[in-house]
Structures are given as structure tokens and as C-alpha cells.
């Protein structure tokens, strides 16, 4: 498709955002915002090319098809998505991305966004865990990709903000930080180890993001974003799943408490930054 097919599709979706005075910065304006701020840091600078190409993001295309998945009836009990409560409301999306993970009185846990969604879809439309709009997480066949995008895009600019009010909301948090400092594997790597190095530590073309540093943390939880070289757009769960195996950790399932857990930990790591959304990556 030409950059300028990809970039007329996004443009419904575009306009839409208009008026929204928080989301009504491209998420390339908020990096560049946070580039001056930082006077070029070295993690977010590293890919003048990604910066470019990001009006022209296909996770754009990804979101209008997740639109249409959303409102969309479907499932066993065809019904659309639009009444799905992801913590601010039923059918309130803007600004429910940035405060996620949140506590759900309906579920006693606390969920973040994909096991959020999960949630409604079984619920509201009768999905189960057999069925592909359910099983497939990843990849351009994935509806859950196409709607976290959607959904996540609504929350552009805005500050990360996970509400941690309920015990479990800390709890889950606390977890998080654990996992996150806790050395283990066969590797003996925490996510420290890569991600509490000095600005501009590299594993090779790779500039690695500092979790103590806002300006950087954010782009770097900043997901959904267009993976380059994976030629699609990935999720949170999918980035922990990714470093986990860069440790040499078992492999763990989608929606567990562990990924729950260090989304919580590293959402709150941002707090206050704002999301770039949807992202580009390398
Ligand atoms: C062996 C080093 C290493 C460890 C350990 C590691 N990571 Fe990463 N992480 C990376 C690299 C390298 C990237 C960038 C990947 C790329 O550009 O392809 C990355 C990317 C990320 C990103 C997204 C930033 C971006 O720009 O793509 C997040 C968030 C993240 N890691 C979190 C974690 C968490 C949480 C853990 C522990 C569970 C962890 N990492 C453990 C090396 C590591």
C-alpha cells in the first residue's frame, strides 16, 4: 500500500481525535516534545527513520479495523463490544488505556487492558477460549491487536495514570516490582540488568530504555506500537513475553497474573509521562 493510501485511511480516524484537546497532539509531536525536553536523549532519538515514517503508522489501519470490530455485534451472543466497562464506564474509551491495570469489583481482580477486553468478549459476546477471536494475541490475523489499538489510541497524550487505590491495585504493583528486580533463570538476568543502565547503553542496535527515567520509560511502555521489523503492531503482554525470553524464562500465558503484574509495576513507572499511542518501534 503507498504512504499515501495508509495515510488517507487514518484520516477519519484522525479527525475524529480533533477536538480532544489532550489527544489532539500526533504521537509524533508528544516524542518530539520529549526529545527537546530531554535535549535528544539517545534511547528516544535512536531511529530518525521510525520518527518519520510515524504519520504514516499502519497501526492506523489496524485501529479503523478494530473500530469496526468493536462496535460491530458479534459472538455466540451477538452483541458489539460498546458496552464493555474498562474501568471508567461502559463504553467510556477515552482516557481508559492510560489507567490501566486497574481493580474490577465485577471480576475481584485487577486486569489490565487485554484481559480486560478478554473479559468483555466473553462476557458481552460469548466468546470462549476456543475461538480464534479469543486465541490469536498476536500477528495481523488478531482482533484483540486490531481493538487494543483502537481502544489504546483514545488515550493519546494523555498521562499514565493507574489508579492505586485498592489494596490489590498496590499489591499487583508491588508484584511487579519484585519481578522486576528479582535476578533468576538460567541467565541469572532481572529486567534491571537491561533496563537501569546509564542513557544510551546499547545491546547491539538496540539503545535500551531506563526505567528510572520518565521521558524514556514512557516511549518504552508506550504499546500498542507498529513493530518495523516485525511488520506488525504488538502489545504490552507481547513486550513482556519478548524480554522474558531475552532472559530465558519459561514461557507464560497470556493474561497471567505475571504479566498483569509487571504491566502494573511499569505503568506506574510512567506516571505522569505521556502516552504515545499508537507507537513506532524498531
Ligand atoms: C538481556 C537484556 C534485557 C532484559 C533482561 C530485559 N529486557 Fe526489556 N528490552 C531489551 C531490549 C534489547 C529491548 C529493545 C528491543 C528492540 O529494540 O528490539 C527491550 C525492550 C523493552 C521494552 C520496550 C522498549 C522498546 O523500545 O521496545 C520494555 C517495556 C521492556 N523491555 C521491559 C522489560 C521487562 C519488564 C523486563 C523483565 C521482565 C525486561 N525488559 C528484561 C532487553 C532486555
Same mark, same amino acid.
Given at each position: 500500500?503507498?504512504?499515501?493510501?495508509? !495515510?488517507?485511511?487514518?484520516?477519519?480516524?484522525?479527525?475524529?481525535?480533533? $477536538?480532544?484537546?489532550?489527544?489532539?497532539?500526533?504521537?509524533?509531536?508528544?516524542?518530539?516534545? &520529549?526529545?527537546?525536553? *530531554?535535549?535528544?536523549?539517545? #534511547?528516544?532519538?535512536? =531511529?530518525?527513520?521510525?520518527?518519520?515514517?510515524?504519520?504514516?503508522?499502519?497501526?492506523?489501519?489496524?485501529?479503523?479495523?478494530? @473500530?469496526?470490530?468493536?462496535?460491530?455485534?458479534?459472538?455466540?451472543?451477538?452483541?458489539?463490544? @460498546?458496552?464493555?466497562?474498562? $474501568?471508567?464506564?461502559?463504553?467510556?474509551?477515552?482516557?481508559? #488505556?492510560?489507567? &490501566?491495570?486497574?481493580?474490577?469489583?465485577? *471480576?475481584?481482580?485487577?486486569?489490565?487492558? @487485554?484481559?480486560?477486553?478478554?473479559?468483555?468478549?466473553? *462476557?458481552?459476546? $460469548?466468546?470462549?477460549?476456543?475461538?480464534?477471536?479469543?486465541?490469536?494475541?498476536?500477528?495481523?490475523?488478531?482482533?484483540?491487536?486490531?481493538? *487494543?489499538?483502537?481502544?489504546?489510541?483514545?488515550?493519546?497524550?494523555?498521562?499514565?495514570?493507574?489508579?492505586?487505590?485498592?489494596?490489590?491495585?498496590?499489591?499487583?504493583?508491588?508484584?511487579?516490582?519484585?519481578?522486576?528486580?528479582?535476578?533468576?533463570?538460567?541467565?541469572?538476568?532481572?529486567? !534491571?540488568?537491561?533496563?537501569?543502565?546509564?542513557?544510551?547503553? /546499547?545491546?547491539?542496535?538496540?539503545?535500551?530504555?531506563?526505567?528510572?527515567?520518565?521521558?524514556?520509560?514512557?516511549?518504552?511502555?508506550?504499546?500498542?506500537?507498529?513493530?518495523?521489523?516485525?511488520?506488525?503492531?504488538?502489545?504490552?503482554?507481547? /513486550?513482556?513475553?519478548?524480554?522474558?525470553?531475552?532472559?530465558?524464562?519459561?514461557?507464560?500465558?497470556?493474561?497471567?497474573?505475571?504479566?498483569?503484574?509487571?504491566? =502494573?509495576?511499569?505503568?506506574?513507572?510512567?506516571?505522569?509521562?505521556?502516552?504515545?499511542?499508537?507507537?513506532?518501534? /524498531?
Amino acid at each position: 500500500m503507498t504512504k499515501l493510501k495508509q !495515510a488517507l485511511s487514518a484520516l477519519p480516524l484522525a479527525l475524529a481525535l480533533v $477536538g480532544n484537546a489532550s489527544a489532539s497532539k500526533a504521537p509524533e509531536d508528544i516524542l518530539d516534545e &520529549l526529545i527537546a525536553k *530531554t535535549k535528544n536523549d539517545p #534511547y528516544l532519538t535512536q =531511529s530518525p527513520q521510525n520518527r518519520m515514517m510515524m504519520p504514516d503508522n499502519p497501526a492506523y489501519e489496524w485501529a479503523a479495523e478494530g @473500530e469496526k470490530l468493536f462496535k460491530q455485534p458479534r459472538g455466540p451472543k451477538n452483541a458489539s463490544l @460498546e458496552k464493555c466497562d474498562f $474501568g471508567k464506564g461502559p463504553g467510556v474509551l477515552k482516557g481508559a #488505556y492510560v489507567e &490501566l491495570p486497574r481493580y474490577f469489583a465485577d *471480576t475481584g481482580r485487577v486486569m489490565d487492558f @487485554e484481559s480486560r477486553l478478554v473479559h468483555c468478549m466473553k *462476557t458481552l459476546q $460469548g466468546f470462549t477460549d476456543n475461538d480464534p477471536q479469543i486465541k490469536v494475541r498476536h500477528g495481523e490475523k488478531s482482533d484483540i491487536m486490531k481493538i *487494543t489499538t483502537y481502544v489504546a489510541m483514545q488515550s493519546n497524550g494523555m498521562p499514565w495514570n493507574p489508579p492505586m487505590n485498592h489494596p490489590l491495585e498496590k499489591a499487583m504493583r508491588d508484584a511487579g516490582r519484585e519481578l522486576f528486580f528479582r535476578r533468576a533463570g538460567p541467565m541469572d538476568f532481572n529486567c !534491571a540488568t537491561c533496563h537501569l543502565n546509564p542513557p544510551g547503553t /546499547r545491546i547491539r542496535a538496540s539503545v535500551l530504555p531506563n526505567v528510572k527515567i520518565g521521558e524514556e520509560w514512557t516511549k518504552a511502555v508506550s504499546w500498542p506500537a507498529w513493530r518495523v521489523g516485525h511488520e506488525a503492531v504488538r502489545s504490552s503482554q507481547h /513486550r513482556v513475553l519478548e524480554c522474558l525470553w531475552q532472559m530465558r524464562y519459561p514461557n507464560i500465558m497470556p493474561d497471567s497474573d505475571v504479566h498483569i503484574a509487571i504491566i =502494573s509495576f511499569w505503568t506506574d513507572a510512567a506516571r505522569g509521562q505521556p502516552a504515545i499511542l499508537p507507537d513506532m518501534k /524498531r
